[in-house]
């Protein structure tokens, strides 16, 4: 099996910048999706292809930015329509949507579809979300 590369990564521009944002607006996530997060900014996977509960082959367009010069950052979609809905996007397709962990719902992974506001569950946590890409 192919294991998961990352094309594009854009360096931290400060190396604190992912945690100071989470404390900022009192968000907790798993240490493996943070570490992903700091690892592989605004990268995009090599595998970018999942499924949700309602439809299959979505697709993964890269994960969102923590420097505030990127195209697609963090900075540009939360709080938005997330905060209130207790999701918190990590990742973006090409349509606009969402992928964002549950941090109400155990850190699982849902898919946010912007235009009808509704979500699409995809994995139970972080690893198997990864685990389910192809």
Do not use: Q
């Not at 190396?15 to 999706?33: A, C, Q, T, W």
């Not at 969402?98 to 506001?117: K, M, P, R, W, Y």
């Amino acid at each position: 099996m192919k294991t998961l590369t990352w094309k594009y990564v854009k360096p931290l521009n400060e190396e604190k910048v992912v945690e100071d944002f989470l404390v900022n607006n009192h968000i907790s996530l798993p240490g493996e999706i943070i570490g992903c997060i700091k690892e592989n900014n605004g990268g995009r996977p090599s595998k970018d292809t999942f499924d949700t509960s309602k439809r299959k082959e979505r697709e993964f367009k890269a994960l969102l930015s923590y420097n505030k010069t990127d195209k697609e950052t963090i900075y540009s979609c939360y709080p938005n329509v997330f905060k209130s809905k207790g999701l918190f996007p990590i990742a973006s397709d090409s349509a606009g949507n969402f992928i964002c962990v549950d941090v109400n719902g155990g850190n699982s992974i849902v898919f946010f579809e912007l235009e009808s506001a509704t979500e699409e569950f995809i994995a139970d946590d972080f690893k198997k979300f990864l685990d389910s890409l192809y």
